[in-house]
């Protein structure tokens, strides 16, 4: 009986094994298959541009190339078709937007930073597609851009003899120099009492750039525990073992002063991850401790959103080492996530994985130093980490070092942003640093950085749709209702462009009264007008509602980084100013116009029927102005832009007479020379809000993009004509008036008739070119000078099947040395980027 007890036994063992394995495969195939579906219902896009420079005098261009990937593979994304870009001032108010198509992920163009949009200042230029707005800022890639000016205002009449330095002051707050923020973060994010367990800290100055600190850790009796010390970066880590119910402390022996911080207070009770990341290791060790409550959890690693590793881990189980192949993950930012068995997150740790696998860009130059306007030549040769030949798509630029200063150690690339940015919350100073001939220091480093800065962010409410679709190509889209809101099925739908090329298109609607227009070259700023009539060709009384673009949010991002902030940055944009300076004198002495020096005149509005003459005003926006901010209402222009425009009231008696006032002046809004009073009739006089209400009806209907101008009339020269032509010049003394010029000149009526509806879809660009000079023995001795700043740009440089490509161009008149950037993908999901030196001087 005791063999067949202990074969029974044995067979019930592994009868349980086998339950148990199949439980766990049942779980991992689950678990797999809904963290897959995130990528079917919420698939992430990661962008990237690459620009010339990032600092720019007014009248220059601004060049980008456009590299859009899918998030899981880092392959061309085939999710969206069009790109948004957009320049913001700092309050976030789009100076220019254009969308651009993509072919292959990729694509490219410039923004003319004309001097009449473009005053010295700070500005945001952001990148995004539509689909990108379902997932948050992280998923918009934007750049501080600063545009400094070297033509000085001439001086107002009681300036003359006041003498004025230009300053350039890029912190908004006075604050103290000294101070110091330092934060400590536990692995995993609790401090948990009786395991040892590494703390990482951060530790930044007043500007929010990293600063270098150590000290000791001490207890509540100030015995000391561990030192501490972070790296250049303000960020490092140290283990220590805590005990119960003791407090902790860090004690700073440098800089001076720092207060003594407290570290967060230790827990009884909770999980934690323990990962030991080894340079010189291929596996990971991932130590689990688990002070909770016996249950079943899984260990998952993931990248990109893609699992590479789970395992299950028994209820019971205090704690468990488990070792990991590096080899499971891709290159870049990857997690440990530990969680329970309703797949809840506990606990969490990311890391770096490189598995040096980026595109190795070699460039060859035609000689080793160049003379003034002289012919250069680059060779480049791409290949794999395999040595193998590479074919793909690369962007070129190649700056002046005299007037940018390029930190090619440190700054962004694309490398570094595929890989680290789009993973991170917040900004990381010096990102390209941490890639770039990557060693056992920057392996440490890039931990400390995960430890302080990493987060998830491929979770997502699979019962969560997104809001906005991704978009494949330009369409029109909308909806047709009746005067009961009911969609109009079969509704024959007309689109009409207004301006030329003239193109006209129709369709009808589905049953739920939704159209589309889509297979039509995209037109820089295009204008349609949509009519719709019902399935019988009638006009009736139809509403049309076009699926207009939603701009993404906007999040400033502090300018405190690199060239923002940076001592030696400071000094090349005042080289760049001199530059600019040096090459204006020059030309003018040759009797040469470089930049017209505009004289400051009033602004004209055409086609105005202002009564005192276009432009005699006190405020006065022309179409420039409007273009900035296209799709802002008439009410939203006057308040931004008109001080003093406020709601008043008047009166005694209830209820109080509500009206739009100009300081203590009573507004009256004239359109197209037409007094929209004429038309209000009052039906309520109960109401003292009904005349304001009436006015505010017309402020909301207009748009920027559907006026010409804006003219503000309050001091008495001005409103005297408007008194004596719209109002009873005995009663209305208090009076200001608006005039507005709208495109259409028919006066204070809707925009559109009933069944029309006026469209201006986004502007598509106009397919800008780089010019480069090309000097030959006739035109070297031109005496206009050339100081390029962007000495060359080509967004598009293709490698052949050997890998190869060339580029040539000719340098400038600025002795010196030029940086060669270069960036590129192979569509395969690797990237490549790569720096040179060229000097410029005479040959020996």
Same mark, same amino acid.
């Given at each position: ?112 930073? !004309? ?18 707005? %379902?997932?948050?800022? $992280? ?36 604050? $103290?120099?000294?101070?110091?923020d330092v934060q400590f973060l536990p692995e995993g994010g609790k401090l948990i009492a009786e395991i040892h367990q590494k703390i990482a800290f951060k530790a930044v100055n007043y500007n929010g750039l990293g600063i270098k600190v150590k000290g000791n850790i001490i207890d509540s009796k100030g015995n000391t525990i561990t030192p501490f010390e972070s790296n250049d970066k303000g960020m490092g880590y140290f283990s220590m073992f805590a005990e119960p119910n003791e407090s902790y402390s860090a004690k700073f022996d440098s800089p001076e002063p720092v207060k003594n911080i407290n ?62 192949? !590096? ?111 990557? %060693? ?18 491929? $979770? ?77 060709? *009638? ?92 799709? *802002? ?59 304001? $209400? ?13 006026? *010409? ?136």
């Amino acid at each position: 009986m005791k063999p067949l007890k202990s074969l029974l036994i044995s067979l019930s063992i592994i009868l349980l094994s086998k339950s148990l394995v199949a439980q766990q495969q049942a779980f991992s195939t689950k678990f797999i298959k809904e963290y897959d579906s995130i990528s079917s219902v919420a698939p992430r896009e990661k962008l990237y541009l690459q620009l010339d420079r990032t600092v720019f005098t007014p009248q220059d261009t601004l060049w980008f190339k456009a590299y859009l990937v899918d998030g899981k593979t880092h392959a061309f994304s085939k999710i969206s078709g069009l790109i948004y870009f957009e320049m913001l001032d700092v309050k976030g108010n789009p100076i220019q937007t254009i969308c651009l198509p993509t072919a292959m992920g990729i694509t490219w163009g410039g923004f003319a930073l !004309k001097p009449e949009l473009y005053k010295d200042n700070q500005y945001t230029f952001r990148a995004y597609t539509n689909w990108a707005k %379902n997932f948050g800022d $992280n998923y918009i890639f934007k750049q501080n851009i600063q545009i400094v000016d070297y033509i000085e205002p001439e001086p107002l009449p009681d300036e003359i003899n006041v003498t004025k330095t230009k300053t350039k002051t890029f912190n908004s707050k006075n604050q $103290n120099p000294k101070e110091i923020d330092v934060q400590f973060l536990p692995e995993g994010g609790k401090l948990i009492a009786e395991i040892h367990q590494k703390i990482a800290f951060k530790a930044v100055n007043y500007n929010g750039l990293g600063i270098k600190v150590k000290g000791n850790i001490i207890d509540s009796k100030g015995n000391t525990i561990t030192p501490f010390e972070s790296n250049d970066k303000g960020m490092g880590y140290f283990s220590m073992f805590a005990e119960p119910n003791e407090s902790y402390s860090a004690k700073f022996d440098s800089p001076e002063p720092v207060k003594n911080i407290n570290l967060p207070s230790s827990k009884s009770s909770g999980t934690s991850i323990q990962l030991n990341n080894s340079y010189h290791l291929d596996s990971l060790a991932v130590h689990i401790n688990l002070k909770v409550q016996p249950q079943e959890v899984y260990l998952i690693g993931q990248s990109r959103g893609n699992i590479c590793f789970i395992a299950r881990l028994n209820a019971g189980v205090k704690s468990k080492t488990i070792k990991i192949a !590096k080899s499971l993950f891709p290159t870049g930012v990857a997690q440990i996530l530990l969680v329970d068995i309703n797949k809840k997150p506990l606990n969490e740790r990311s890391f770096f994985i490189y598995r040096n696998n980026e595109l190795q860009i070699q460039p060859v130059s035609s000689s080793n130093i160049y003379t003034f306007r002289d012919s250069v030549s680059i060779n480049l040769n791409v290949q794999n980490k395999d040595k193998k030949p590479v074919e793909g798509s690369f962007s070129i630029a190649v700056t002046d070092d005299n007037q940018i200063k390029k930190d090619s150690e440190n700054w962004n690339n694309i490398i570094s942003h595929m890989l680290l940015n789009s993973d991170l919350k917040g900004e990381i100073e010096s990102p390209g640093y941490y890639i770039q001939n990557f %060693n056992e220091q920057k392996h440490n480093d890039l931990e400390a950085l995960m430890l302080t800065q990493a987060w998830v962010n491929y $979770n997502w409410d699979l019962t969560k749709k997104p809001i906005f679709e991704p978009e494949k190509d330009f369409t029109i889209s909308g909806k047709v209702t009746n005067i009961t809101n009911k969609a109009i099925d079969k509704a024959q739908i007309l689109l009409l462009s207004t301006r030329k090329p003239l193109s006209i298109a129709s369709t009808t609607t589905n049953a739920n009264g939704e159209f589309l227009f889509k297979d039509f070259a995209p037109m820089d700023s295009a204008s349609y007008v949509i009519q719709a009539k019902n399935s019988k060709g *009638k006009v009736g009384t139809l509403n049309i509602e076009v699926n207009d673009f939603k701009r993404a949010p906007f999040l400033p991002t502090p300018a405190k980084k690199n060239h923002l902030d940076n001592p030696s940055s400071e000094v090349a944009i005042d080289s760049l100013i001199a530059t600019k300076k040096q090459e204006n004198d020059i030309a003018f002495k040759s009797g040469i116009s470089l930049r017209e020096v505009k004289i400051t005149g009033k602004k004209i509005v055409k086609d105005s029927k202002n009564l005192n003459g276009a432009g005699n005003a006190d405020v006065v926006l022309n179409e420039e102005d409007l273009e900035r901010v296209s799709k *802002k209402t008439l009410y939203d222009l006057i308040k931004e832009n008109v001080k003093g425009f406020r709601e008043a009231t008047k009166g005694f008696k209830t209820p109080r007479i509500h009206y739009f006032a100009i300081n203590e002046e009573s507004l009256n809004l004239i359109i197209d020379g037409i007094n929209v009073d004429f038309f209000f009739n009052p039906i309520d006089p109960g109401n003292g809000r009904e005349h304001l $209400n009436f006015l505010k009806s017309y402020m909301d209907l207009y748009k920027a993009e559907d006026i *010409k101008g804006i003219e503000v009339m309050i001091s008495n020269k001005n409103t005297n004509n408007y008194i004596n032509e719209y109002t009873d010049p005995f009663t209305a003394s208090n009076s200001a008036f608006v005039e507005v010029t709208t495109k259409a000149g028919y006066g204070p009526h809707f925009k559109t008739a009933d069944n029309m509806f006026k469209y201006k879809p986004p502007t598509y660009g106009d397919n800008k070119i780089f010019y480069s000079p090309k000097y030959n023995i006739n035109n070297k001795s031109n005496p206009k000078p050339d100081f390029r700043t962007t000495i060359y740009w080509n967004p598009n440089l293709m490698t052949d099947a050997n890998g190869e490509g060339n580029i040539s161009f000719f340098s400038a008149d600025k002795k010196g040395t030029y940086t060669v950037s270069i960036e590129g993908t192979d569509f395969n999901g690797n990237f490549g980027f790569k720096t040179m030196t060229l000097n410029i001087g005479e040959k020996k």
